[in-house]
């Protein structure tokens, strides 16, 4: 069990008191009571209430996982819920087999069991406690009594709790379990080897309690004594250990003396430990390493809990030795503990595999240099006054013409020579700041062999520093990139033949968009003067045919109301006027509104709209029309109000004349710049990829739509009814005489 802790297992046969002594113990000891026996009738309770078979394994498995078992005090709890005296119930009892005998559920409650037994000192009763739940408790007690004896306590048990029970039926049930809990292939009732077997026969409550006290006490007075032999034997072990260790071990306060040391001080160092402890373990530290030291005790002594840190400390012979230490710190004691190797050698090893590894930096940069570069000319020349070479590739050959033997401590500013004037000053002054700055220069310059040939060379290139920042040389890699200049010609030339056209084909594009924005404004403008026309069209009709019409129409009305006509020759010739009259207004008033309706002229595209759904309701037969208009402008332009009403014209003339439809929905809404119409009939319908010329006055509306609109779908089936939607700019009036202006 673990350290401090102590549990104590009461096992035995039911009935032999377990569960009143474990309880009445562990309040006596002040430890906590499990009552494990508790738990299984929890179980039980559970699977009666609902109805659970016995043989129903799996299910009592996962009823267990499910369900949540409590104790406070001796109320047991599940779900919540006290259960105390429920689970103690006979019909309870008789299902308890059912939950012991499973594995897994027995399983699943041992694990709690041995969770529970991990918070704390506990007195824990059942019949497998000391064997298979807590096998290393300190005090395992075997509580046992006679079967009669047994017997009466659980026939007095039952009637206190309102049962009638007999007393050869409980005893025959005793023995029965007995037989059951010592044969169960899981959890039987088995006394531990080391438990100590205690019989309650002529014994008092008082009495067995008191007798486990006892034992319990002794068990922990040696349990005590053992921790502390062991403890001792343990320190003695590690302190001999310590002076084995081929390492520094010591313990120091944060006073800033050590407080143990071991052997290795000595044997590394010099001191002895009574030398050692005498002085604070600042005097034994090199005094260049003093304020690291410190600093690093500092941040020990502000909680820090480990790190290490490398410093020289001082030998008994005046020597130093390299240490490095771990420490770790101790604040709830004041102390620290370190260790420390010696890493004199391994220091040295070191700084020797440091500066042969610098020395392999720089050759395998140099390596690195002349490898990436290549193809081309790398060299390396000396920062003195004429910047000697010291080193150029093969590569020089080709560029060059030239033999790199014969370079090499030549000056290299005859190189200078060959560069071409116009280049020569750009390219010194490039170099020059590059290498005062420290920086990488790259250039591009014509370059004249020694034959006269010009070429483009690239040149890359580094200075070389010493540790205190003087220059010491130049590495550079030089390319020839005659083929990549002529290249880069030829596309220049390339790019700008390309520019040339792509800006004869703008121009040539915005001619003719400008052309396009000209036939639409020439069609704009024509459609204005076709509405002007029918405007005065109107008006003549209006003011000319319609009035005299309307005037005829009167005084054949006042003459019928004469009295002096009687003749019915005459009567017959009056009604044929009349009727022709009628026939020509109507007709009139139709041509007015087949050109341009003076309610669109005077009131604006919502209301005409509204005007002609009247029109086609009072028709004989009309279908049902219903209108819904949601837009916020007032007035559009005259060409486009004109546009719109045509093709709600059209729609309404192809759903109300010719679809046969019941019912016909007419919608104007706008969203934002946009307005759309949309007219759907409940009609025939037709096929819309087989439309005959001019049927439906489609063509109208797919040219109205194309000239002026923004989208037009026509949806339609045999059968199924017909729904055209187009959709316009919203171009107000006074943005329209705008663009006119």
């Known amino acids: ?44 309770l559970a699977a009666l209430r609902r109805g659970l078979a016995g043989d129903d394994a799996r299910g009592w498995v996962d009823l267990a996982q499910r369900i949540e078992i409590g104790f406070e005090g001796r109320r047991v709890f599940l779900d919540g819920e006290d259960v105390s005296d429920a689970i103690r119930a006979s019909h309870v009892t008789a299902h308890v087999r059912y939950a012991a005998d499973n594995p897994r559920v027995r399983e699943h409650l ?79 009732l088995i006394k531990a080897p080391d438990a100590i077997e205690i019989n309650t026969d002529g014994l008092s409550l008082d009495d067995v309690v008191s007798r486990l006290a006892e034992l319990v006490n002794a068990h922990t007075v040696g349990k005590l004594e053992t921790q502390l032999a062991r403890r001792q034997q343990a320190e003695a072990d590690q302190r001999q250990i310590n002076n084995i260790l081929p390492v520094l071990v010591a313990t120091a306060g944060f006073d800033g003396y050590y407080r143990e040391v071991n052997a290795a001080f000595e ?19 090199h005094p260049a390493d003093r304020a690291e030291a410190t600093a690093a005790f500092d941040r020990v002594r502000s909680g820090e809990p480990a790190f290490n840190f490398l410093d020289r400390n001082v030998c008994k012979d005046g020597s130093y030795r390299w240490i490095k230490w771990l420490v770790v710190s101790l604040p709830n004691r ?69 033999d790199p033997a014969t370079l090499i401590g030549q000056p290299g500013t005859c190189f200078c020579e060959l560069i071409h004037p116009d280049d020569r000053p750009r390219v010194f002054e490039v170099m020059q700041e590059a290498l005062a700055e420290k920086w990488q220069y790259r250039l591009e310059y014509r370059f004249c062999s020694p034959a006269g040939k010009e070429r483009w060379l690239w040149e890359q290139g580094v200075g070389v520093y010493s540790k205190s920042g003087e220059l010491e040389a130049v590495e550079s890699f030089t390319t020839d990139i005659t083929p990549l200049k002529h290249a880069e010609v030829e596309i ?42 029918r405007e005065l069209i109107t008006d003549q009709i209006h003011d000319g045919v319609a009035q005299r019409l309307l005037g005829a129409l009167m005084q054949f009305e006042a003459f019928r109301q004469l009295d002096s006509c009687t003749s019915a020759e005459a009567q017959a010739i009056f009604a044929a006027g009349l009727a022709a009259l009628r026939q020509a207004s109507a007709e009139a008033r139709g041509l007015m509104n087949r050109t341009r309706t003076p309610v669109l002229r005077r009131f604006g595209l919502k209301a005409a709209i509204a005007d002609l759904i009247d029109q ?7 279908p049902e029309i219903m209108y819904r208009c949601d837009v916020q402008f007032r007035r559009l332009a005259s060409v486009l109000e004109n546009t719109i009403f045509r093709v709600a014209q059209e729609s309404l003339v192809n759903a109300c004349l010719h679809s046969r439809a019941e019912r016909v929905r007419v919608i104007l809404v706008q969203n934002g710049d946009k307005v759309t119409l949309e007219v759907e009939d409940n009609g025939i319908g037709f096929d819309v990829t087989h439309i005959a010329k001019g049927r439906f ?38 943005e329209q005489e705008q663009g006119d202006e």
């Open 616 to 622: 086609f309701s009072e028709q004989p037969s009309a």
């Open 697 to 734: 006055g489609l063509d109208g509306i797919r040219e109205r739509a194309r000239l002026l609109g923004t989208g037009l779908i026509v949806e339609s089936e045999p059968g199924k009814g017909t729904r055209i939607r187009a959709t316009f700019p919203v171009i107000s009036a006074h």
């Open 492 to 533: 220049r030339q390339a790019r700008e033949e390309l520019e040339r056209r792509v800006e004869e084909r703008t121009a040539e594009l915005a001619e003719a968009n400008r052309k396009l924005q000209c036939e639409q404004d020439a069609l704009r403008r024509m459609l204005q003067a076709g509405d002007h026309d």
């Open 267 to 285: 044997r590394i160092l010099g001191w002895s430990e009574q030398e050692s402890l005498s002085r604070t373990f600042f005097e034994f530290i």
């Open 110 to 188: 041992v694990e709690l069991q041995q969770a529970i037994g991990r918070t704390g000192n506990m007195v824990t009763e059942g019949r497998d406690q000391g064997t298979i739940v807590f096998p290393h408790a300190e005090c395992k007690i075997f509580l046992t009594a006679s079967p009669a004896e047994r017997a009466r306590r659980r026939v007095d048990d039952l009637r206190q709790r309102g049962e009638a029970p007999e007393f050869a039926g409980v005893l025959a049930e005793q023995l029965a379990r007995d037989e059951r809990d010592a044969s169960r292939p899981v959890g039987p």
């Open 334 to 402: 004041d102390l620290v503990f370190g260790i420390g190797q010696d890493v004199t050698e391994m220091k040295a090893a070191d700084d020797d595999r440091r500066r042969a590894e610098q020395a392999l930096r720089e050759s395998e940069r140099r390596l690195s240099t002349l490898l990436s570069n290549l193809p081309g000319v790398v060299s390396r020349c000396k920062a003195d006054s004429e910047w000697t070479v010291e080193f150029v590739s093969d590569g020089v050959r080709s560029l060059m013409g030239c």
């Open 1 to 44: 069990m673990a350290d401090g802790l102590m549990i104590v297992t009461i096992d035995g046969p039911a009935g032999a008191g377990k569960s009143t002594v474990a309880r009445l113990l562990a309040e006596r000891l002040g430890f906590r009571f499990l009552d494990t026996g508790a738990m299984y009738r929890a179980v039980a």
